[in-house]
Every structure is written in structure tokens, then in C-alpha cells.
């Protein structure tokens, strides 16, 4: 089975391109990433705010011989997101239910998860957006970046 990794420049949703691709081919597992999204969606519909130089990136997997409730789904992508943070910054990452990390009670990353069927296959799509240079302004909304943490630019790059 082969992963796959798509790069963006811009696009309209990670977890929308996502659904496309598990609809439109054979793939079973990739990551898509983007440098910006035009409609980048958060929970409940909201609109995710997606800011050049931050991370917006997409993991899509077949979930028929997972044995995990979503509940459990999401606490493993939180952790697996918050000790990728950690390290960057060292210090106290909080998980705010149901999806988003805080630093100083400051959003820093949200994780969007949706599900879709293809040919009696269940597929898991999971959106991590994380701030890591530029803070998104929302209206009574703490937002936080890592740069501004540790006053130091983070590379998306691979070194």
C-alpha cells in the first residue's frame, strides 16, 4: 500500500482535496499539504484562517481494520500534534476539547477529522493547521504562534 505526499501551493482545503482524491483514485493513504488554503474549514463548519507560512497539512487513511472510537482518534492526533510541538517549545501544551492545542490558554493548533465512504470503505481524513509564524486575527479569540514563542523561525522544510 502506498503513501503518498502532495504539495500545494494554494488550494482551496487540505481535508477537501483530501475527500477528492480518496474519491477519484486508489489511494488508501496520503498526506496533502498546502502552503495556503482559500477556504480552509475548522470544527463545526467554522472557517479556518489560513495565513502564509503557517502549516496546513492533511493525513487521509482507510480506517476498516482500526479498532479505535473517534474519541480515542482524536486524543491520539492531539498527542501525536502536541509532542511535535514540544519540540519547538518546552513548556506546558494544553488539549482543549474537542480539537485544538493552547499554549499560555492561546490557540496554536486546531485538528479537524471527518470521515467518508468510498466502495464500503471507511476512510479518515485528519486536518492539523498549526500558527507557527503569523497569529490569524479572530474576534475574542486568543491565537498564538511558535515563532513569537521561542523567537525563532520555524522551517516547514525537512533539514
Known amino acids: ?3 503518498k505526499i502532495l ?5 482551496i482545503s487540505t481535508n477537501y482535496t483530501a475527500i477528492r482524491i480518496i474519491r477519484s483514485s486508489n489511494l ?10 482559500i477556504n480552509g474549514r475548522g470544527q463545526y463548519g467554522r472557517k479556518w484562517i489560513s495565513l502564509k507560512g503557517n502549516l496546513f497539512v492533511s493525513f487521509f487513511y482507510n480506517l476498516d481494520n482500526m479498532n479505535l ?11 501525536l500534534v502536541k509532542k511535535l510541538i514540544s519540540k519547538y517549545y518546552k513548556k506546558r501544551i494544553i488539549y482543549k476539547k474537542p480539537n485544538d492545542l493552547l499554549i499560555k490558554g492561546k490557540k496554536i493548533c486546531g485538528i479537524l477529522q471527518e470521515t467518508i465512504n468510498k466502495l464500503n470503505k471507511k476512510f479518515l481524513i ?19 504562534n511558535l515563532n513569537d514563542l521561542i523567537n525563532k523561525e520555524i522551517s516547514k522544510k525537512k533539514n
Open 28 to 37: 488508501m493513504y496520503g498526506m496533502i499539504i498546502a502552503e495556503r488554503q
Open 69 to 79: 472510537n473517534m474519541t480515542q482518534i482524536t486524543k491520539i492526533n492531539c498527542v
Open 126 to 144: 485528519v486536518g492539523i493547521g498549526i500558527n507557527l509564524v503569523k497569529n490569524p486575527i479572530i474576534k475574542d479569540y486568543p491565537i498564538i
Open 7 to 11: 504539495r500545494f501551493k494554494k488550494l
Open 1 to 3: 500500500m502506498k503513501f
